[in-house]
């Protein structure tokens, strides 16, 4: 898998920095050479709904046309907004993937236009006032993408053109980190009730502030905002939709770990009145689209108007039994949901997972361009950086793969594995040679480094760390398109800290190798010359086996292992060149069958689902 990535320029405070703009070619991930393949995916529905009544709405505006808006700005500051296509200057926020977009969008750019000397208040207002004559309920709807730094956004609304009351916002931050907690996305769609100050009335105008005085950001830069398809709607009684928050940490799992392939929603109240009862269906489709799993959540308590924090689980989570592309879609469902048209999404961008036969990842680099966010490291100095990964299997760590963005040759990594205590990196068990960095690595290209030996891991958390051990920054590539507070750290002296309390909502770029053959005490291997065929892999219970050779072979005896290593089942064979199993009474997951002969023995795993 071949794909170019564009580092995009970062800049940050302290002992952090960003790197100018380049382009990289990845190249694919694997274990032992064996290169990961992906299928394309095919464009698939929603989930259907019964009908498809929308919110009615009074008033819209995909800013196909700025001269429908007047820009001001604070008079001791001199930055405005503007209308257009043009992208952020610094590259972050991303650009607003409103549906419109190509019709321009508003954008208050304050990396671009940073005032060191005034701060940044731009205030963006309606040239023409909208009419709500009859309306007795209105709310605000638009999409967004805004990314904060020491500033503050507002929405003020007026009835007469000359008095503003202020609607502070509670906005999505950075919202491509879609698999966070937030469970946020690119863009997010906002709702605002201002029937206070718009319901019944013939003139009503809306007013965007971006808020960042130097008071409150003595640098003069604040973030950035983005904002598409504004209008003005009835505001229903009882409205739910879902906020895509696939409960996966991670972008990649292996095979032998698929507990942390969980399926979770958010659901949001944006009608006028609490409701109970709203329930999530998941449907999860593999890579050719075909739907291989279906469930649904339990019923939410009652979710009041604004509330935008539930989130409601399926009755048991999905374990995938083959490796491949996975893809989730959501509907909300309660009773009296007024506009249907909300209850569903899905975004292959979001709501996807690649199971892989060895490789664990956090970021999104398998499914898109822009998955390559900055690159970081250490200016003047020594540190770490890196992320936690969930063991539920016994096994071990082979090798982590990184990329650098535009390391210095001759400089030094290394990559060290740690237990986790409390949810913080503890103690060091396990790491790489130290590798010096050579001309073929100064052009973004893969860099594996093995664990020596193979680093034991049972139940549990493990952090990984990449060391950047010379003065030179590392230029470390990550990714803000999957971000989990509390799961990725850096060190610069001797204390950890979480990679969002500096200011950094990404993930660094680790590839952790951790292949089936790694499971403690029941590698696979051959010894001899017997050689068995133990199909189907994946099983629903009834596993058969045969000698290759057609030859039948005396006093066979199978162990049936666990993922500990522990012999769960055993069966004895006087005489036989194929027979079967029943393994139907055990519960899924991934097993050793350890099969014994006089003339050798070998191990084969299988996944029973």
Known sequence: MKKLYTLIVL??????????????????????????????????????TSTNHAASVYWSDDFSNPSNWVFDHDPATSTDWSIGNNPPVQGFPREIKSQTVVNGYAIFDSYGLCDPANGQIGSMTMAAPANMT??????????QYYYRFKDSTFVYVSNNGSTWTKFPLNLTVDSFAFNSISGAVNPSIEYLDISSVAANQDTVYLRFEFYSPLSLNPGGCGGGWMIDDVSLEDYPAIDATPD???????SVIPIIQPESFQLRGKVR???????????????VKNGLGNTVYQDSSAASLTVAPGDTSVFLYS???YIPVATGDYYIDQKVVVAGDSDLTNDSTFDFNRGQIY????????????????AYFGAYGYNNGTGSFGSIFNVYHASQFSSASIYLSSPTLGDHVSISVYDVNGGVPNTLIGSTAIYTITAGDTAGNEITLPFAPWVNVGVGEYFVAVNQLDLNNLSLRFSDLIFTKQKNFLKSTSVWRTLESQGLNAT???????????????????????????????????????NKSGLNEKNVLINVLN???????????????????????????????????????????IVLQ
């Open 11 to 48: 800049l940050m405070a302290g002992y952090l920095s960003g790197f100018a703009q380049d382009k990289m070619p990845m190249k694919a991930h694997g274990n032992n050479n064996n290169t990961l393949k992906r299928l394309f995916p095919l464009q698939m529905k929603s989930l259907p």
């Open 134 to 143: 009859g309306h007795n309920y209105v709310r605000l709807k638009f999409s």
């Open 508 to 546: 660094p770029y680790i590839f952790v190798n951790n292949p089936s053959g790694t499971l403690l005490n029941v590698k696979d291997n051959k010894v001899g010359s017997s050689s068995f065929e133990v199909f189907p892999n994946p099983s629903n219970g009834k596993v058969f086996f045969t």
């Open 563 to 605: 993922s500990l290593g522990a012999i769960v089942k055993t069966a004895s064979f006087d005489f036989v060149s194929h027979g079967s199993l029943d393994l139907s009474s055990m519960p899924a997951g991934v097993y050793t069958l350890n099969i014994v002969t006089a003339t050798g023995q070998e191990n084969k795993t």
């Open 244 to 250: 895509l928050a696939f409960g996966g940490e991670y």
């Open 315 to 317: 009755s048991s989570p």
């Open 269 to 283: 109240n944006v009608g006028r009145t609490s409701f109970s009862g709203a329930k999530i269906f998941f449907d």
């Open 355 to 370: 199971v892989d036969d060895s490789l664990y990842s956090r970021d999104y680099v398998f499914w898109t361009s822009t």
